[in-house]
């Protein structure tokens, strides 16, 4: 082999010749030139092995102008242009020793089904390939004598994202790999058989300084940017609807509304079946200190009425009542026929975003740590954003079902209103009448 000499950031010399482990997941901010070490390290690798590695992006036609044209530009930077040939119709990259590069889209899956023998697989920009499509390539990573490799490498997103949740921490499975603040603190981590690395622009010494003063300016006028291309850290993407939501042991949640001397109970219910969840939520209200806890949650989904009310017969009493969405009336009507308290909640135009600004309007929102889905939907949930970039306030990034249960359950009682003390004093015996509203 040819000896090769290149100047390379000495934070990922390192990473260059670590082939100790099966996954190698790579997190940096803009212009750390993660992306530059992953290219170098795979082509040092098939010139001393013969293999056929495969570069993944999740839209074919992106591969053009940023891993094929990294991968040829480091050759032609190491003068080996001349014995590694490029290829663009299709994209393909041919070794001396017969290693090969291919190129595939996750745009395209019924490709990937040809591919054989493959041993080495490079997902870039891994955050913008679907969950599915990484378990997918998993699969294609075989090969009968060869050690196998998969590296990702990405810039950091939301926590939601799977990159996130598989690699790190998985708050509604309750499932901790590693914790990302960790990562930063040491920068390169080994847990089992996966190798983590994190990058900043500081670690390109190659960069012109005038780079890194833009990256900073960032902090000014959008901290989640700077958060993401100066610091290469995982958070929260956007604005969250409830940042006042907090986690607390259930059994200090339950014993802190059993010292409410004023407290209103609500249970609202939102309904679904394939691809959304009926979701149930038990909360109380510290009418006085406008606190909201949450200390109950049912939340499934594939389930016929029938079976949901099952469950429900053996969870919740059934004098209690229950606000479900008025959207509905025939499911409403079935719980009440099996003997449900259950009424139809008050909707109207616009109701989301009232019902909305009226959640945001208590101090605390104080929930369960029983209540693992609520805690996943509603603690790092973000408004949707318009292509201008600006807020959209009656619609979020995902679809949170435990919230819409939410809005139902308290759709008779208002937050702001300081006189209104029937709506905590009413005991409501008489669990089928409907309560009477105030308007204006």
């Known amino acids: 082999m040819v000896a090769i000499q290149k100047e390379v950031n000495p934070h990922f010399e390192d990473f260059l010749f670590d082939w100790n482990q099966k996954f190698q997941f790579l997190v940096g901010g803009y212009g750390s030139s993660k992306s530059y070490h992953v290219a170098l390290k795979i082509i040092l690798k098939l010139l001393e092995e013969k293999r056929t590695g495969l570069v993944v992006r999740e839209v074919y036609d992106t591969h053009r102008d940023s891993t094929f044209s990294l991968l040829e530009e480091i050759i032609e930077d190491l003068g080996l242009s001349h014995k590694i040939r490029c290829m663009t119709s299709p994209m393909q990259i041919k070794f001396p020793n017969g290693s090969k590069i291919i190129f595939k889209g996750m745009d395209k899956p019924v490709k990937l089904k040809s591919i054989n023998n493959i041993s080495l697989i490079w997902l870039e920009e891994c955050s913008e390939i679907k969950y599915a499509g990484f378990k997918e390539l998993l699969g294609r990573l075989r090969h009968p004598t060869l050690?196998?490799?998969?590296?990702?490498?990405?810039?950091?997103?939301?926590?939601?994202?799977?990159?996130?949740?598989?690699?790190?921490?998985?708050?509604?499975?309750?499932?901790?790999?590693?914790?990302d603040q960790v990562l930063y603190e040491q920068r390169t981590v080994v847990v089992k058989d996966t190798y983590y690395h994190h990058s900043q622009a500081d670690d390109n010494l190659?960069?012109?300084?005038?780079?890194?003063?833009?990256?900073?300016?960032?902090?000014e006028y959008d901290p989640d940017l700077h958060r993401v291309a100066r610091k290469g850290h995982f958070g929260v993407n956007g604005e969250r609807v409830l940042p006042q939501f907090e986690e607390r042991p259930h059994e200090e949640v339950m014993d802190t509304i059993k010292g409410i001397k004023q407290k209103l109970l609500r249970n609202g219910m939102d309904f679904g079946f394939v691809d959304s969840y009926n979701a149930l939520i038990r909360m109380a209200v510290d009418h006085e200190k406008k606190y909201?806890?949450?200390?109950?949650?049912?939340?499934?989904?594939?389930?016929?009425?029938?079976?949901?009310?099952?469950?429900?017969?053996?969870?919740?009493?059934?004098d209690i009542e229950i606000v479900g969405d008025s959207a509905e009336p025939k499911t409403i009507k079935y719980y009440r026929q099996r003997g449900f308290n259950m009424r139809g909640s008050y909707k109207f135009s616009g109701s989301r975003l009232q019902y909305t600004k009226k959640v945001k309007r208590f101090k605390k929102i104080i929930c369960?740590?029983?209540?693992?889905n609520t805690v996943f939907e509603l603690k790092d949930l973000t408004y949707k954003v318009d292509k201008q970039g600006r807020i959209i306030e009656d619609e979020f990034k995902i679809d949170p079902h435990t919230l819409s249960a939410i809005w139902y359950g308290l759709d008779d009682y208002d937050?702001?209103?300081?006189?209104?003390?029937?709506?905590?004093?009413?005991?409501?015996?008489?669990?089928?009448?409907?309560?009477?509203?105030?308007?204006?």
């Open 368 to 372: 369960s740590d029983q209540c693992p």
């Open 292 to 318: 909201l806890y949450i200390y109950y949650e049912y939340y499934d989904k594939g389930k016929t009425d029938d079976h949901t009310a099952d469950d429900l017969e053996d969870l919740i009493p059934k």
């Open 206 to 219: 190659f960069l012109p300084q005038s780079y890194i003063d833009q990256l900073d300016e960032l902090a």
């Open 415 to 440: 937050v702001g209103d300081l006189k209104d003390t029937t709506a905590v004093e009413r005991v409501r015996s008489d669990k089928r009448e409907r309560p009477v509203r105030r308007r204006g």
């Open 147 to 179: 050690k196998l490799h998969m590296i990702l490498s990405t810039n950091p997103v939301g926590e939601d994202n799977w990159t996130f949740t598989h690699f790190f921490k998985d708050d509604r499975n309750k499932r901790l790999v590693l914790d």
